[in-house]
Structures are given as structure tokens and as C-alpha cells.
């Protein structure tokens, strides 16, 4: 390729600027909560502290009871952190990407936190104390401190012992969630965790305000002795940029600028690439160019080598040398941008969302869009909420398959993608399953506000549209929220609908619910607190806010053992949780994983997760169709309990729902609720089932025969999904009467959208609950979701049970466990082999 480079020199100089208003801080009050800084990480809530001069904005945690940014900052006990960095951002751009920043790993109870009176004309700052008396006889004071010019906060931690004993003092800083991390100089830096956010992080020990520079991240204090030491926090378009600033910092002396605009040959900048500079550990540290494709930071003095980056160009590599005192400018020219311009509708020609996957075929690399947790480049997909969009990709070779969920057909298309071209792909998604007056739901999923993941929540929305989740409540952990505005936002109103709800969350069961009114002033929304006993939450959950009737309630991904069958999980059988199936309306029977419905037995003997040994893994089905025989009534869910995009995505598991309107748009949270309640739920990962007894009776009915009875049973699948079995379970047990395959029954199943429609003829000798199961043991969702981990799981489907009434006194279980005792909790290997006979 052709590189054009242009060189020259120029004297660092300072230029004039506009007067504006000094550094200042305010503690927020209900009327200052619409200046709190925004960004994917923002946290803050009425009663935090902002810090703001001309460059940037921060805030930090005030004395509020329970303060966290989140459930996972620190999980479990202990994990308030008043009085530490939530928020740090470039004034006005509201692109907070910091979870928490512990000075000095500051955490738990403090006497104060508050605004610093009687600093120098020109300062502002916030200071947080804890007193020798709370401390434990070690006092600790944080000062957070800011003037204007400064594009960071200046941190200083004083330690002071009062106590006759000698102190360990923690002086090491932690942050989160940080994935792209490490250190140049001793100043230690962060990438934001989508680098598209164009946000960084660097800090490093400074000595001022009279603070030393530490020798480690320790220090022994002995009585009546006290140390101080200060690091500076800054933030930058990227990480880059803001380890330029601390080192100019350190030692302006030392540091040069260099400022770099990368473009097209015929000019055009180019604002999606990135500048690469190669760190004496090997990592390589990034600098963004703005909307100009300019950068412009301070660097150390040296020589340094460098890559010029963008997907879909050639890569330039060479060296720049930044000299003391000096500014280097360089302009380089990249190669045109590969890409693929994608047109996709659906069957009638309406724009639609859509999941792209990039298959490089032999002699092209796999394809690395992106990091795991966003929609706009994940892996090797592309997520959009729009069939119109552009995605860059280095040339080569590729398959490309386009999805939008198990009810539409996939398209596949292979291109070669020549250097420098872009190549069309236009196509239809046609829906060919049929599914009237029911619509897809999903009852669990997480963005980045839930604490335990980055995806971001538009990126979250963006990913249910595309795998055609038509109804999903909002269920952050531990915090109330709403999805709403953000769907509106990316217009996904029209296929995509929500209610504002909640994950409660703890070190034992956890609940999903709605809905909810958020108050996101609040600390967690305004959440509820989870408490050990499963009972409790359920019930604190029913009537939270107010009492609302259709309020649904049910536990997530739940241990069968403990909350049904022994509760203080001492081994021994003791009926669980008592009257806690009375209290929750549903339970995950799936989540996430393929399905072991047709599993023989409750448990099995699986490799140990440290890889060592084996380990005995329960099997969370097969326990509830062993409740069921006991007259438990909870109705299973199948959810996708999403963390990430790409891996653990939406789309492995979801629920069908009766509603009265199959327009997205004009879902109705209630009536969901109330067909859920009633069990009105078909529970899948692909196929479309459809059962109902020839008297109309569907999933959670009730039916009454003398013994005979019919199941209409109608299976669809897209063109990507297949079954091969169908089996109707009675009471749990797989009878052979009913046991229908491909293999054996090649004439039952078809090749086609319909891959059974059959009326099947039952004969009962006792009451029974009916479960259909459609399961392809042969296929897997692999060519829907490619090389993501949701492709190993087998396409599955069942309905939640049909009660049948034989005698005509009610329905009464048979108390049948299956051929195993109920299990209880903490099965060894060796007592699970002798019952399973191994």
C-alpha cells in the first residue's frame, strides 16, 4: 500500500482561553439530580457529591445507608463503599466508564463524608473520613481535590495511628470492571470495556500536598505515627491520552506531544481506526482519534513503535519519536476500508433487526469485531436493531449467516471480499413459523447497571431484538429499573416490549419480579435487600411499593435440593423451604444450558469445575417432574439469563405466552402475567410447539376423561432448526407407547416448516399430568448461533403440564419419584455411582 508521512517539529506552546466558571462541588439534592454525570457506569443518586472544574466531572459516593454503584463493585457482606469515585468523566461528555475507584482500598462504614472547607482560592474537593474510634484505632481521611486546567482529580490518603499496636495500612487502589489494563512507567492504566466508548483511565503516585511516594502497596504504621501518600486519577478519550496526562504530570520535563490524524487517501478522516503504541511489557496502549481523525496527547520522551489501526484496512506499523518539550506531527494515509453494506427486511419488506455471523472460510483469519458484551461488533457477529448498516471487515473469504430468531428462516450468503470494496448482501427474512396469538418472552436478562457484566444496556435491548424476544421484563440485579426509555430510544418500540422490574439477588435463591415503579435517585432504584431465607424475598416481593395482584414472582435458576427437599442441606430430607411453592409463581426449569428433561435419572457424575476429579451435577427437570408427582405446582420457565452478546446471549432458552395481540408494540405486561400464572407457558430453545387435548386444554389446564384421551401436537421450525423426537411424558415417566422418532417413525415427521402435526391417542389408568417434550438429539442450534456457545445445545421444546382427571374425583398425584429418592443437597460422587449403579 501507499503511505504518505509527513514530519515536523514545533515548540509546545499555551494558548489562551475563555474564562470559565472555577472548579466547584455540590452535594445533590432532588433538584441537582439532573446534573449528575451520565455514561454506561454512571451511578450517582441524590445525596452524592459532583466534583466539576472546565475539564472534567466526578462524583463520589456520600454517607448513604447501603451505598454501592452496584451489586458486584464488592459482592456480599460488607460491600457499602461511601465515600469513593463513582463517576469520572470529560466535562459535558457523559461518558462515565469507571464502576469504582477505592483509594487505598476503602471500603465499608464512615464517620463522614463531605465538602473541604478553607481550601487555597482556585480548589475544590470532598473529603472522607473514617475516625480512629470506627477504624479500629487507625483513622483514615480521603481528600478528593480538583481546580480548573486539571483533566483529573488529585487523591490524598492520610493514615494516622492512634492505637498502642502496630497498623498494616493498604495503600494499593482497586477499580472496576476494567478489562484491558496495565502499566507504563508506573502509571497504571485502563481501556474502557468497548473501546468504541473512546474512554480511558490512568493513575499514578504523585508527591503532593506533602504525600510521599510509597515503596509498596503496604506500609506498617507503629502507635502515634502517620503517613500520607497521593495518586492522580485521570480521564481521557482514551487510555492513552489519560497516561499522558499523569506523566506530564510527574514530570512535564520528560514528556512531548504527538499529535497524529489518520486519513482516506482522497482526505477523509478516519475516526473509527485507532493508534496502537507498543509498551516496553509488550502491551500495546491505544489512543482514539476524534470525529477528525485527529490525536493529539502528551508522551513520554523516546522513541516508540506504533501501529495504525482500523478493521478493514491494512495496518500501518513504523516509529515516532516524541522529543522534550516538542509537539511531533504526523498525518498517515490508510488503505480504502473493506466492508460489507447490508440490506435486510423481512417478508414484506420492512426494515427489521437482525444477527449477523462472519464464518471465515480456509486461508481467511477468524474474524474479531469486538469484545464479547457489545451488539455492534461481538466476536464474529454483528447484532443490529436496523437491516440497514455497514459492517468492516478485513478481506478474505467468508460465509455469512443472517438470523432474526427460531420463527424466521436464516439467510446464507459467501462472499470474497476483495482490499478496499464493499460488497452488498441484501436479503428477506421470512417468517415460516406461524405462531398466532402467542408471542416469545424472556423473564431474565442482565445489562452492565446489574453489576456482574459490562453489556451495555442498549446493547442488551439490540440483542433481544435481534434473536426476536417480543416481551422482556426488566430484571437488573438488585436494582429497579426500566428498559423502556432505551428502547424508545433505539426505536425498538415496535418490536420489543418491557415492564420495569428487578433481580433480587443474594448468596442463595434469587428472584425475578415485576413490576415496579424505579426511583433512580434512589440507592439500587429503590430495591428491596435480599435476605437468606427464599421465603421472605418472595413475600417482601409480593407487596413491595404497593399490592399489586398480577405481581409476578419466580425463582431463578433455583436449587431444587435445597429449597424443596432439605433446607438446612444436613443430607437429610426434610421437605425444603416450607409453603415456598405456595409463594413464587414459576420457577427456571431452563436457564441458559440444553435441556435434561429426558434425563434418567436427577443427577450425574461430571468432571469436576476445577478439572480435577469428578463432581455429582443435579439435574434441575428431572427434580421438578419428581416435585410434580409430589403435588408441587410451580410452572416452569425457559429463560436465557443473558450476561454477555456473543457467549451467553439471548436466544438459547425463551417462553411462549398466549396474548391477545401479536403486535409487540401493544403487549400487556398483565395479561402475560396472568397466562403465566396460570401456566399458559411453552418453554423452548428453537422449535415452535403447539398441544392441546382434543377438548381444547393447554399447557396448565385442566382436563377431565375416563381414561382415553387425545393430544393435538404440532411442531415448526425455521429452516436453520430441526427435531427428530417427540416424546409425551406421563406423570414424568417416558412411556414407550408414546415415544415417537424419526428413525423409527419416519412417516410421522416432516422435512418441511411443520416437522409433526399429529393427534395422538393416550390411554390413562390413573390421573396424570401430561408433558410433551420435541427435541432434535441429533441437531443443534449451530447454525443459528455459529461459533457462540449456545450452538452445542439442542434444539428443544415442552409444554408446562396438562392435568388429566381420569376417576372424576379431582386430580390427585401419584407420589411417584421416578425410580430415585427426592435428592438431597451434598451427594457425593461415590453415593450417586451406587444408587445410578456405575
Same mark, same amino acid.
Given at each position: 500500500?501507499?503511505?504518505?508521512?509527513?514530519? !515536523?517539529?514545533?515548540?509546545?506552546?499555551?494558548?489562551?482561553?475563555a474564562?470559565?466558571? &472555577?472548579?466547584?462541588?455540590?452535594?445533590?439534592? /432532588?433538584?441537582?439530580?439532573g446534573?449528575?454525570?451520565?455514561?454506561?457506569? %454512571?451511578?450517582?443518586?441524590?445525596?452524592?457529591?459532583?466534583?466539576?472544574?472546565?475539564?472534567?466531572?466526578?462524583?463520589?459516593?456520600g454517607n448513604?445507608?447501603?451505598?454501592r454503584?452496584?451489586?458486584s463493585?464488592?459482592y456480599?457482606?460488607?460491600?457499602?463503599?461511601?465515600?469513593?469515585?463513582?463517576?469520572?468523566?470529560?466535562?459535558?461528555?457523559?461518558?462515565?466508564?469507571?464502576?469504582?475507584?477505592?483509594?487505598?482500598?476503602?471500603?465499608?462504614?464512615? #464517620?463522614?463524608?463531605?465538602?473541604?472547607?478553607?481550601?487555597?482560592e482556585?480548589?475544590a474537593?470532598?473529603?472522607?473520613?473514617?475516625t480512629?474510634?470506627?477504624?479500629?484505632?487507625?483513622?483514615?481521611r480521603?481528600?478528593?481535590?480538583?481546580?480548573?486546567?486539571?483533566?483529573?482529580?488529585?487523591?490524598?490518603?492520610?493514615?494516622?495511628?492512634?492505637?498502642?499496636?502496630?497498623k498494616?495500612? &493498604?495503600?494499593?487502589d482497586?477499580?472496576?470492571?476494567?478489562?484491558?489494563?496495565g502499566?507504563?512507567?508506573?502509571?497504571?492504566?485502563a481501556?474502557?470495556?468497548?473501546?468504541?466508548?473512546?474512554?480511558g483511565?490512568?493513575?499514578?503516585?504523585?508527591?503532593?500536598f506533602?504525600?510521599?511516594?510509597?515503596?509498596?502497596?503496604?506500609?506498617?504504621?507503629?502507635?502515634?505515627?502517620?503517613?500520607?501518600?497521593?495518586?492522580?486519577?485521570?480521564v481521557? #478519550?482514551?487510555?492513552?491520552?489519560?497516561?499522558?496526562?499523569v506523566?506530564?504530570?510527574?514530570?512535564?520535563?520528560? #514528556?512531548?506531544?504527538?499529535?497524529?490524524?489518520?486519513?482516506?487517501?482522497?482526505g477523509?478522516?478516519?475516526?473509527?481506526?485507532?493508534?496502537?503504541?507498543?509498551?516496553?511489557d509488550?502491551?500495546?496502549?491505544?489512543?482514539?482519534?476524534?470525529?477528525?481523525?485527529?490525536?493529539?496527547i502528551?508522551?513520554? %520522551?523516546?522513541?516508540?513503535e506504533?501501529? !495504525?489501526?482500523?478493521?478493514g484496512?491494512?495496518?500501518?506499523?513504523?516509529?515516532?519519536?516524541?522529543e522534550?518539550?516538542?509537539?511531533?506531527?504526523?498525518?498517515?494515509?490508510?488503505?480504502?476500508?473493506?466492508?460489507?453494506?447490508?440490506?435486510i427486511t423481512?417478508?414484506?419488506?420492512?426494515?427489521?433487526?437482525?444477527?449477523?455471523?462472519?464464518?471465515?472460510?480456509?486461508?481467511?483469519?477468524?474474524?474479531?469485531?469486538?469484545?464479547?458484551?457489545?451488539?455492534?461488533?461481538?466476536?464474529?457477529?454483528?447484532?443490529?436493531?436496523?437491516?440497514?448498516?455497514d459492517?468492516?471487515?478485513?478481506p478474505?473469504?467468508?460465509?455469512?449467516?443472517?438470523?432474526?430468531g427460531?420463527?424466521?428462516d436464516?439467510?446464507?450468503?459467501?462472499i470474497?471480499?476483495?482490499?478496499?470494496?464493499? *460488497? %452488498?448482501?441484501?436479503?428477506k427474512l @421470512?417468517?415460516?413459523?406461524?405462531?398466532p396469538?402467542?408471542?416469545?418472552?424472556?423473564?431474565?436478562?442482565?445489562?452492565?447497571?446489574?453489576?456482574?457484566?459490562?453489556?451495555?444496556?442498549?446493547?442488551?435491548?439490540i440483542?433481544?431484538?435481534?434473536?426476536?424476544?417480543?416481551?422482556?421484563?426488566t430484571t437488573?440485579?438488585?436494582?429497579?429499573?426500566?428498559w423502556?426509555?432505551?428502547?424508545?430510544?433505539?426505536?425498538?418500540?415496535?418490536?420489543?416490549?418491557?415492564?420495569?422490574?428487578?433481580?433480587?439477588?443474594?448468596r442463595g435463591?434469587?428472584?425475578?419480579?415485576?413490576?415496579?415503579?424505579?426511583d433512580?435517585?434512589?440507592?439500587?432504584g429503590?430495591?428491596?435487600?435480599?435476605?437468606?431465607?427464599?421465603?421472605l424475598?418472595?413475600?417482601?416481593?409480593r407487596?413491595?411499593?404497593?399490592?399489586?395482584?398480577?405481581?409476578w414472582?419466580? @425463582?431463578?435458576h433455583?436449587?431444587?435440593?435445597e429449597? !424443596?427437599?432439605?433446607?438446612n442441606?444436613?443430607?437429610?430430607?426434610?421437605?425444603?423451604?416450607?409453603?415456598?411453592?405456595?409463594?413464587?409463581?414459576?420457577?427456571?426449569?431452563?436457564?441458559?444450558?440444553?435441556?435434561?428433561?429426558?434425563?434418567?435419572?436427577p443427577?450425574?457424575?461430571?468432571?469436576a469445575?476445577?478439572?480435577?476429579?469428578?463432581?455429582?451435577n443435579?439435574?434441575?427437570?428431572?427434580?421438578?417432574?419428581?416435585?410434580?408427582?409430589?403435588?408441587?405446582?410451580?410452572?416452569?420457565?425457559?429463560?436465557?439469563? &443473558?450476561?454477555h452478546?456473543?457467549?451467553?446471549? @439471548?436466544? /438459547?432458552?425463551?417462553?411462549?405466552?398466549p396474548s391477545?395481540?401479536?403486535?409487540?408494540?401493544?403487549?400487556?405486561?398483565?395479561?402475560?402475567?396472568?397466562?403465566?400464572k396460570?401456566?399458559?407457558?411453552?418453554?423452548?430453545?428453537?422449535?415452535?410447539?403447539?398441544?392441546e387435548?382434543?377438548?381444547? *386444554?393447554?399447557?396448565?389446564?385442566?382436563?377431565?376423561?375416563?381414561?382415553?384421551?387425545?393430544?393435538?401436537?404440532?411442531v415448526?421450525?425455521?429452516?436453520?432448526?430441526?427435531?427428530?423426537?417427540?416424546?409425551?411424558?406421563?406423570?414424568?415417566?417416558?412411556?414407550?407407547?408414546?415415544?415417537?422418532?424419526?428413525?423409527?417413525?419416519?412417516?410421522?415427521?416432516?422435512?418441511?416448516?411443520?416437522? !409433526?402435526?399429529?393427534?395422538?391417542k393416550?390411554?390413562?389408568s390413573?390421573?396424570?399430568?401430561?408433558?410433551?417434550?420435541?427435541?432434535?438429539?441429533?441437531?443443534?442450534?449451530?447454525?443459528?448461533?455459529?461459533?457462540?456457545?449456545?450452538?452445542?445445545?439442542?434444539?428443544? &421444546?415442552y409444554?408446562?403440564?396438562?392435568?388429566?382427571?381420569?376417576?372424576?374425583?379431582?386430580?390427585?398425584p401419584?407420589?411417584?419419584?421416578?425410580?430415585f429418592?427426592?435428592?438431597?443437597?451434598?451427594?457425593?460422587?461415590?453415593?450417586?455411582e451406587?444408587?445410578?449403579?456405575?
Amino acid at each position: 500500500m501507499r503511505t504518505k508521512i509527513c514530519l !515536523f517539529f514545533a515548540p509546545v506552546c499555551l494558548l489562551a482561553t475563555a474564562l470559565l466558571p &472555577a472548579a466547584e462541588v455540590f452535594e445533590v439534592g /432532588s433538584a441537582q439530580f439532573g446534573e449528575l454525570p451520565g455514561g454506561k457506569e %454512571a451511578d450517582g443518586i441524590v445525596g452524592d457529591f459532583v466534583l466539576r472544574n472546565d475539564l472534567i466531572e466526578a462524583v463520589v459516593s456520600g454517607n448513604l445507608p447501603l451505598r454501592r454503584p452496584n451489586m458486584s463493585a464488592f459482592y456480599g457482606d460488607g460491600n457499602e463503599t461511601p465515600g469513593c469515585l463513582y463517576d469520572l468523566t470529560l466535562r459535558d461528555a457523559n461518558n462515565d466508564q469507571i464502576t469504582i475507584f477505592t483509594p487505598s482500598t476503602q471500603r465499608g462504614p464512615v #464517620n463522614y463524608v463531605r465538602q473541604i472547607e478553607g481550601l487555597e482560592e482556585g480548589f475544590a474537593g470532598v473529603e472522607t473520613v473514617v475516625t480512629a474510634a470506627k477504624g479500629d484505632g487507625l483513622s483514615r481521611r480521603h481528600q478528593y481535590l480538583i481546580r480548573d486546567g486539571w483533566q483529573g482529580l488529585l487523591i490524598v490518603s492520610e493514615f494516622e495511628n492512634t492505637s498502642e499496636e502496630e497498623k498494616d495500612v &493498604a495503600l494499593g487502589d482497586g477499580w472496576t470492571q476494567m478489562r484491558e489494563k496495565g502499566s507504563v512507567k508506573g502509571i497504571q492504566w485502563a481501556d474502557a470495556i468497548d473501546p468504541a466508548d473512546k474512554c480511558g483511565y490512568a493513575y499514578a503516585w504523585v508527591e503532593e500536598f506533602g504525600a510521599s511516594l510509597p515503596k509498596s502497596n503496604s506500609i506498617k504504621l507503629r502507635s502515634g505515627e502517620s503517613a500520607s501518600v497521593a495518586r492522580f486519577l485521570a480521564v481521557g #478519550n482514551s487510555p492513552a491520552a489519560a497516561v499522558g496526562v499523569v506523566s506530564a504530570r510527574r514530570n512535564a520535563a520528560d #514528556n512531548g506531544t504527538f499529535e497524529v490524524v489518520m486519513k482516506e487517501e482522497d482526505g477523509a478522516a478516519i475516526a473509527s481506526g485507532r493508534v496502537g503504541i507498543k509498551l516496553a511489557d509488550e502491551k500495546v496502549i491505544y489512543a482514539y482519534p476524534d470525529e477528525n481523525g485527529s490525536i493529539s496527547i502528551s508522551w513520554p %520522551a523516546g522513541e516508540h513503535e506504533v501501529v !495504525f489501526e482500523d478493521i478493514g484496512r491494512e495496518t500501518v506499523s513504523g516509529t515516532l519519536v516524541v522529543e522534550n518539550g516538542k509537539t511531533v506531527r504526523r498525518e498517515t494515509i490508510l488503505s480504502e476500508q473493506s466492508a460489507v453494506s447490508f440490506s435486510i427486511t423481512d417478508g414484506e419488506g420492512k426494515d427489521t433487526p437482525c444477527k449477523i455471523q462472519f464464518h471465515a472460510k480456509a486461508g481467511t483469519a477468524p474474524v474479531k469485531l469486538g469484545p464479547t458484551d457489545r451488539a455492534h461488533g461481538c466476536v464474529d457477529q454483528w447484532h443490529s436493531e436496523t437491516g440497514e448498516f455497514d459492517v468492516p471487515l478485513p478481506p478474505g473469504e467468508y460465509r455469512i449467516v443472517v438470523t432474526r430468531g427460531p420463527e424466521f428462516d436464516s439467510l446464507t450468503q459467501d462472499i470474497t471480499l476483495p482490499p478496499g470494496e464493499i *460488497i %452488498a448482501v441484501s436479503g428477506k427474512l @421470512v417468517r415460516s413459523v406461524k405462531t398466532p396469538g402467542w408471542v416469545s418472552t424472556d423473564f431474565h436478562n442482565h445489562s452492565t447497571p446489574s453489576g456482574d457484566n459490562t453489556c451495555g444496556t442498549k446493547d442488551r435491548l439490540i440483542n433481544l431484538a435481534a434473536e426476536q424476544i417480543e416481551f422482556a421484563p426488566t430484571t437488573e440485579h438488585n436494582r429497579l429499573y426500566d428498559w423502556e426509555p432505551l428502547i424508545k430510544e433505539l426505536a425498538l418500540d415496535d418490536v420489543l416490549s418491557t415492564v420495569p422490574g428487578m433481580e433480587l439477588t443474594g448468596r442463595g435463591a434469587h428472584f425475578n419480579a415485576f413490576p415496579f415503579k424505579p426511583d433512580p435517585a434512589k440507592q439500587d432504584g429503590g430495591a428491596p435487600v435480599w435476605q437468606k431465607d427464599p421465603r421472605l424475598n418472595a413475600i417482601v416481593l409480593r407487596g413491595y411499593q404497593e399490592e399489586e395482584r398480577d405481581r409476578w414472582v419466580h @425463582v431463578n435458576h433455583p436449587d431444587m435440593s435445597e429449597n !424443596f427437599i432439605d433446607s438446612n442441606r444436613d443430607g437429610r430430607p426434610d421437605g425444603g423451604y416450607a409453603f415456598f411453592g405456595n409463594l413464587i409463581d414459576g420457577l427456571e426449569s431452563q436457564n441458559y444450558r440444553g435441556s435434561n428433561i429426558l434425563a434418567g435419572a436427577p443427577f450425574e457424575i461430571g468432571k469436576a469445575r476445577t478439572g480435577l476429579g469428578k463432581q455429582v451435577n443435579y439435574f434441575r427437570e428431572f427434580i421438578w417432574l419428581q416435585l410434580l408427582n409430589q403435588g408441587l405446582t410451580v410452572w416452569g420457565l425457559g429463560v436465557a439469563d &443473558a450476561h454477555h452478546v456473543y457467549g451467553n446471549g @439471548v436466544g /438459547s432458552w425463551r417462553t411462549y405466552i398466549p396474548s391477545s395481540t401479536d403486535d409487540p408494540a401493544k403487549i400487556n405486561w398483565r395479561e402475560m402475567s396472568r397466562n403465566a400464572k396460570a401456566g399458559r407457558m411453552i418453554l423452548s430453545s428453537g422449535p415452535y410447539l403447539e398441544v392441546e387435548t382434543g377438548s381444547g *386444554i393447554i399447557a396448565g389446564g385442566h382436563d377431565r376423561v375416563s381414561g382415553a384421551i387425545e393430544l393435538k401436537v404440532k411442531v415448526q421450525c425455521a429452516n436453520w432448526l430441526n427435531i427428530d423426537r417427540v416424546q409425551v411424558l406421563v406423570n414424568g415417566r417416558q412411556d414407550e407407547r408414546y415415544n415417537y422418532t424419526r428413525a423409527d417413525n419416519a412417516e410421522m415427521f416432516g422435512d418441511g416448516t411443520v416437522k !409433526f402435526d399429529h393427534t395422538l391417542k393416550l390411554d390413562l389408568s390413573e390421573d396424570a399430568h401430561l408433558i410433551v417434550v420435541a427435541i432434535g438429539e441429533n441437531e443443534t442450534l449451530q447454525r443459528g448461533f455459529g461459533t457462540s456457545a449456545q450452538a452445542s445445545i439442542q434444539p428443544c &421444546a415442552y409444554n408446562n403440564p396438562i392435568y388429566v382427571d381420569v376417576d372424576g374425583g379431582g386430580f390427585e398425584p401419584n407420589f411417584d419419584t421416578l425410580g430415585f429418592d427426592l435428592p438431597v443437597t451434598g451427594l457425593s460422587v461415590e453415593k450417586v455411582e451406587k444408587m445410578m449403579g456405575l
